[in-house]
Protein backbone atom coordinates (compact mmCIF):
# COMPACT_ATOMS: atom_id res chain seq x y z
CA UNK A 1 0.00 0.00 0.00
CA UNK A 2 1.45 3.51 -0.99
CA UNK A 3 0.44 6.32 0.96
CA UNK A 4 0.95 9.90 -0.90
CA UNK A 5 0.81 12.66 1.76
CA UNK A 6 -0.01 16.34 0.25
CA UNK A 7 0.03 19.75 2.23
CA UNK A 8 -3.17 21.12 0.79
CA UNK A 9 -3.86 25.10 2.86
CA UNK A 10 -1.87 23.57 6.11
CA UNK A 11 -4.06 20.24 5.96
CA UNK A 12 -2.47 16.91 5.65
CA UNK A 13 -4.46 15.16 2.87
CA UNK A 14 -3.63 11.61 2.80
CA UNK A 15 -4.48 9.91 -1.42
CA UNK A 16 -4.71 6.33 -0.77
CA UNK A 17 -3.94 3.69 -3.83
CA UNK A 18 -6.65 1.91 -3.07
CA UNK A 19 -8.87 3.85 -4.00
CA UNK A 20 -10.45 5.82 -1.37
CA UNK A 21 -11.43 9.34 -0.72
CA UNK A 22 -8.57 11.92 0.01
CA UNK A 23 -9.57 13.02 3.61
CA UNK A 24 -8.49 15.54 5.08
CA UNK A 25 -6.69 14.86 8.80
CA UNK A 26 -8.35 17.75 10.26
CA UNK A 27 -12.05 16.58 9.13
CA UNK A 28 -11.05 12.77 10.33
CA UNK A 29 -9.87 14.28 13.84
CA UNK A 30 -13.45 16.37 13.94
CA UNK A 31 -15.73 13.44 13.66
Not at 14 to 31: F, H, I, M, S
Amino acid sequence: LIMQVRNVNDVRVYNLTCGQKAVPERLADNK
